[in-house]
């Protein structure tokens, strides 16, 4: 069983940053993948950015040049660092880690961005 525990979510104006962690803990395959996805009222949960094992990275268009991608392999942390939010950036962040065919995903954590 893995648990994934979200932290850094917050109310930021726009233009602003914020920094999201995600802690994985549990009986972690070391070939894995782990993202981030979010979902906004109202609109289906969505990939903002993940990162392989090797370091591999991919983000959505919406964020590319704006949000980066990070992990820790020996801590099982991965972090997104958002700036120049926008108001369209507002949803919940997921945290999700797959392997082997499996996924787990973290309660989520609230990003709003004010104009």
């Known amino acids: 069983q893995v648990q994934l525990v979200e932290s850094g979510g917050g109310l930021v104006q726009a233009g602003g940053s914020l920094r999201l962690s995600c802690s994985a803990s549990?009986?972690?395959?070391?070939?894995?993948?782990m993202g981030w996805y979010r979902q906004a009222p109202g609109f289906k949960r969505e990939l903002v950015a993940g990162?392989?094992?090797?370091?591999?990275?991919n983000y959505a268009d919406s964020v590319k040049g704006r949000f980066t991608i990070s992990r820790d392999i020996a801590k099982n942390t991965v972090s997104l660092q958002m700036n120049s939010l926008k108001p369209e950036d507002t949803a919940v962040y997921y945290c999700?880690?797959?392997?082997?065919?499996?996924?787990?995903w973290g309660r989520g954590t609230q990003v709003t961005v004010s104009s």
């Open positions: 990162i392989s094992s090797g370091g591999n990275t």
């Open positions: 999700k880690l797959s392997t082997r065919g499996m996924e787990w």
């Open positions: 549990g009986n972690i395959f070391s070939i894995n993948v």
